[in-house]
């Protein structure tokens, strides 16, 4: 079971920028793929960004997109989420996830393994 710790995450002025973390441990494939997720407070969860292991594909929610970036590091095992020109309307908590597979996901039911969530808060 791959384990998936997230950090990163704090408070920051709108406008600004930060730079989420998600080290993953336990992999035993070069495949499949990452997807950051938020909740804000009272509302479902959503589909934020995913990049695949092999390759780096990504994708990305209209929302961010061409604000956030994700990338990752195989050799380390980590995947990072580059968050700039926040909004308050970011403010949510995010998740990272791993699915064994890659196909463009963003259903939470396609990864099978989450990490405990870094609370990011944007203030006016």
């Known amino acids: 079971q791959v384990q998936l710790v997230e950090s990163g995450g704090g408070l920051v002025q709108a406008g600004g920028s930060l730079n989420l973390s998600c080290i993953a441990s336990?992999?035993?494939?070069?495949?499949?793929?990452v997807a950051w997720f938020r909740q804000a407070p009272g509302k479902e969860r959503k589909f934020v960004a995913g990049?695949?292991?092999?390759?780096?594909?990504?994708y990305y929610a209209d929302s961010v997109k061409g604000r956030f970036t994700t990338s990752r590091d195989n050799a380390k095992n980590i995947v990072f989420l580059q968050m700039n020109s926040l909004r308050p309307e970011d403010t949510a908590v995010y998740y990272c996830?791993?699915?064994?597979?890659?196909?463009?996901?963003?259903?939470?039911?396609?990864?099978?393994?989450w990490g405990q969530g870094t609370q990011v808060t944007v203030s006016t």
């Open positions: 996830a791993e699915s064994r597979t890659f196909s463009f996901a963003r259903s939470e039911v396609a990864f099978g393994s």
């Open positions: 336990g992999r035993t494939s070069g495949h499949g793929a």
């Open positions: 990049i695949s292991w092999s390759v780096g594909i990504t």
